[in-house]
Every structure is written in C-alpha cells, then in structure tokens.
C-alpha cells in the first residue's frame, strides 16, 4: 500500500513531473470533473494524500499542468529569431505542430478541452487569457516576419495576426476534433504562402 504525504527517499521534482504527466492524461481523457486524483496516484504509484503535498486541491493541480503544457507547446511553435520568411516560420509551425500531436498526443488533447473546461469552470477563466497571451505572442511574431519579408505587407500587424491566428488555430482543432489530419490541408496553407512570398 502506498504511504502518506511525500514518499520517502522521493526526488521531490521528479515525483511533482510524474504526477503532472500522470494527471495531464487523466485530465486529457476524462475532463476536469470526471479526473480521479486517485487514479492520477495509482498511475505514479503513490498515496493521493501524496498529491496534495504538492498541490493543494485538483484545481492548483489543475493549473499547474495546464501551465507547463501550454509553455511547452507554445515555446516549441513559436518562430525562432533567425526566421527570415512567412513561409519558412509556418513550415517549422506545422512540422513541429504535428510532431507534438503524434509525440505527446495528451498535450494537444489537455489544450483543446481548456474552453470547454472554463467555461464550465469560471475558476479557470483567468487560464484562457494565458492561453490568448500565448497565442498572441506566437501569432503577431509570425505576422512581423511576414510584414518584413513582404509576404503580407498589405495588412496592418493587427490584421495580419488575426489571419494567421485563424488559419492555424482552424487547421489545428479540424485535426483534433477528427482525430486525423485533412489530406493536404498544411500543404495547401503553405501553397498559399509560398505564393504571397514568390508575388512580392
């Protein structure tokens, strides 16, 4: 049977990155209502009471995956520095994009469920904004390489931010809600792309 409180001998971080993978699925496949901290336990191998030395209820536990998830995705599709073209920025996207899908299927699956969530769970209204801070960042960046480059110059940076966060957020739930990818959907975006760069 497993102890109570913090296991004996744990490594305190290696215990708390268990039980935010552990409840990351949990959360993924059964919503915040239907997630048992004890399964989220059992699935570590330690006591529930364990869970709440290091978060203090579901909610904090809550949250605290929702921000290591939304870091992770975020920082790993944000354009690098060294993007010089719309079309190179949204190729990386993609790429990285669909390797996070078939990668780590439970962070893209956690992410997609957060307005449902919130909006059942007004506590975690404040998490949509970090959300929209996270796409804002990711989204105008994109926007400012691709008014630099030419590719979009004719739209203002406000425009220009909303067209892509359209484009990419569509082509993102259209793959999750149908559990596979549309045929040539990312080819086609970056079809068009590579059009508005090679008609500057």
């Excluded at 102890?3 to 552990?22: C, F």
């Excluded at 989220?40 to 536990?61: C, D, M, R, T, W």
């Excluded at 996270?134 to 630099?148: K, M, P, S, V, Y």
């Amino acid at each position: 049977m497993a102890k109570r409180g913090r296991p004996a001998g744990a490594n305190s971080e290696q215990t708390k990155a268990k039980i935010l993978n552990a409840a990351r699925l949990e959360f993924a496949g059964n919503g915040y209502d239907g997630a048992s901290i004890t399964s989220i336990a059992g699935n570590v191998g330690i006591a529930p009471s364990a869970i709440y030395y290091y978060f203090q209820s579901k909610e904090k536990l809550y949250t605290e995956v929702f921000k290591q998830t939304s870091t992770a995705i975020w920082d790993s599709v944000t354009p690098a520095e060294e993007a010089k073209t719309l079309l190179e920025a949204m190729a990386n996207l993609l790429e990285n994009s669909r390797k996070i899908a078939t990668d780590l299927p439970s962070f893209s699956d956690f992410l997609a469920s957060l307005p449902i969530e919130a909006r059942m769970h007004p506590e975690f209204s404040d998490l949509l904004q970090q959300r929209a801070d996270h796409q804002d960042r990711t989204f105008r960046r994109l926007a400012c390489i691709g008014i630099e480059s030419g590719e979009i110059d004719f739209l203002s940076e406000d425009e220009a931010t909303e067209l892509i966060r359209s484009i990419v957020m569509g082509w993102f739930f259209e793959r999750h809600f149908r559990q596979e990818e549309i045929p040539k959907s990312a080819e086609s975006i970056l079809a068009m792309f590579e059009h508005l760069l090679n008609s500057r």
